[in-house]
T-cell receptor, first 117, second 114 residues
Framework: GAGVSQSPSNKVTEKGKDVELRCDPI?????LYWYRQSLGQGLEFLIY????????KSGLPSDRFSAERTGGSVSTLTIQRTQQEDSAVYLC???????????????FGPGTRLTVL | GESVGLHLPTLSVQEGDNSIINCAYS??????FIWYKQESGKGPQFIID?????DKRQGQRVTVLLNKTVKHLSLQIAATQPGDSAVYFC?????????????FGKGTLLTVNP
């Protein structure tokens, strides 16, 4: 594809429900990132995938959050038992190989706006 | 700049004026910096970057200045156009050992009045 795509673009759910957010990175990019952007806040790192290596999950805020990347391409971020404080824009990015942005630029998708009622 | 609560700092300029957006970063060991532009409903877009061994870098209509002494970055946009209206934020790449990470600022909302 031409860029990073994410779906859905908007998701409204009720507190306590589970949600799945999808990211399709740029073809050939081995590095994939999930970020959370809350109102008036900077991007918050959630998780990083690189090829077949174990993901860096250090940014996941609780065990209700998980992510997987199947076949080294598409990734799904799952939030279980959603809470109102989970409301935010969830952004996915991909880069060619390296996590170092001075080497490989991160390209962002348009995000999924999650609203938990 | 820093934001207070949920509100982003805002900058309102007239079309054709020059804009200056500021950012204070936190890690004196950061060695690479990026400015992003984020239009409403879109993901962040890379604008320009600068390494810590430089104090100025110019692109097309944009200039980034780095002052490591006071840990300050600025983005200058020349002849600002309505299409420049967006949230602009900086990011720093730094850390120690294997703990490098990309840290993002909260952003400034630029509004360009025609």
């Amino acid at each position: 594809g031409a860029g990073v795509s994410q779906s859905p673009s908007n998701k409204v759910t009720e507190k306590g429900k589970d949600v799945e957010l999808r990211c399709d990175p740029i073809s050939g990019h081995t590095a994939l990132y999930w970020y959370r952007q809350s109102l008036g806040q900077g991007l918050e790192f959630l998780i990083y995938f690189q090829g077949n290596s174990a993901p860096d999950k250090s940014g996941l805020p609780s065990d209700r959050f998980s992510a997987e990347r199947t076949g080294g391409s598409v990734s799904t971020l799952t939030i279980q038992r959603t809470q109102q404080e989970d409301s935010a824009v969830y952004l996915c990015a991909s880069s060619l190989r390296s996590r170092d942005p001075s080497t490989d630029t991160q390209y962002f998708g348009p995000g999924t706006r999650l609203t938990v009622l | 700049g820093e934001s207070v609560g949920l509100h982003l700092p805002t900058l309102s300029v007239q079309e054709g004026d020059n804009s200056i957006i500021n950012c204070a970063y936190s890690n004196s060991a950061s060695d690479y910096f990026i400015w992003y532009k984020q239009e409403s409903g879109k993901g962040p877009q890379f604008i320009i970057d600068i390494r810590s061994n430089m104090d100025k870098r110019q692109g097309q209509r944009v200039t980034v200045l780095l002052n490591k002494t006071v840990k300050h970055l600025s983005l200058q946009i020349a002849a600002t156009q309505p299409g420049d209206s967006a949230v602009y934020f900086c990011a720093e790449w730094g850390g120690g050992g294997s703990n490098y990470k990309l840290t993002f600022g909260k952003g400034t909302l630029l509004t360009v009045n025609p």
